[in-house]
């Protein structure tokens, strides 16, 4: 009897994440805005989520997965492996950040800039020019991620904020993991 619920809350875990994982691959490969140099999504809402859920570990594995699996169904591009690394470290972090913790202001300001100073201002334009020849010396290449990233920060910021703060899935899920016991 213990052994079955046990089962059945792992079965509810692996389908939330599955979940999350899907709408990672959607909102990075259907609802953004991509360039050969750029990409504009909102990807960071399922993986924030699944950082609050599951913590950095597994909020690693699953962005990985979902920018493998993504590339894979909907390629776009050439594969390249620097992403997938890109999305483990950024789902870490995200994770490291939010898993039991109180979303304050000042810790999803810091995460935020973690990620963007990261991977977006550093290992991106890093993979990119190695990918595509890039001269990452050539200002001008920088400015539209310079002007994306200074926009999309507080816009991020403030939309995770909302939903760490405002949304009260957590209880929802532990209530139901609760009611299985
Ligand atoms: N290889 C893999 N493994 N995954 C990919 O998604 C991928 N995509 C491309 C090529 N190889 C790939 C297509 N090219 C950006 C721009 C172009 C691009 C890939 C990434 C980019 O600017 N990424 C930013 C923003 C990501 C976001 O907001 O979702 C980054 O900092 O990673």
Redesign the pocket.
């Known amino acids: 009897m213990l052994e079955m619920n046990k089962t059945k809350i792992e079965t509810r875990i692996i389908t939330l994440m599955s979940l999350l994982i899907a709408l990672m691959v959607v909102?990075?490969?259907f609802i953004?805005f991509?360039?050969?140099?750029?990409?504009?999504?909102?990807?960071?809402i399922p993986e924030s989520l699944m950082g609050i859920l599951f913590g950095p570990f597994w909020t690693g594995i699953g962005s990985a997965v979902a920018?493998?699996v993504?590339?894979l169904l909907f390629p776009?591009?050439?594969?390249?492996?620097?992403?997938?690394l890109?999305?483990f470290i950024?789902g870490a972090i995200y994770g490291f950040f939010y898993y039991k913790k109180e979303l304050t202001w000042k810790r999803v300001f810091l995460a935020t800039s973690l990620v963007t100073l990261i991977?977006?201002?550093f290992?991106?334009p890093l993979?990119?020019g190695l990918?595509y020849g890039v001269d990452l010396s050539n200002l001008a290449w920088w400015i539209p991620?310079i002007v994306?990233n200074i926009v999309?920060l507080p816009i991020q910021v403030v939309a995770t904020y909302y939903l760490g703060n405002k949304i009260p899935y957590k209880q929802i899920l532990n209530k139901s993991l609760i009611n299985l016991k």
């Not at 991509?34 to 960071?44: H, K, M, P, Y």
């Open positions: 909102f990075t490969r953004s991509e360039t050969q140099f750029l990409r504009i999504s909102f990807t960071f920018d493998t993504g590339m776009k591009g050439p594969y390249f492996p620097g992403f997938t890109n999305a950024s991977i977006h201002m290992l991106t993979w990119l990918m991620r994306k999309f």
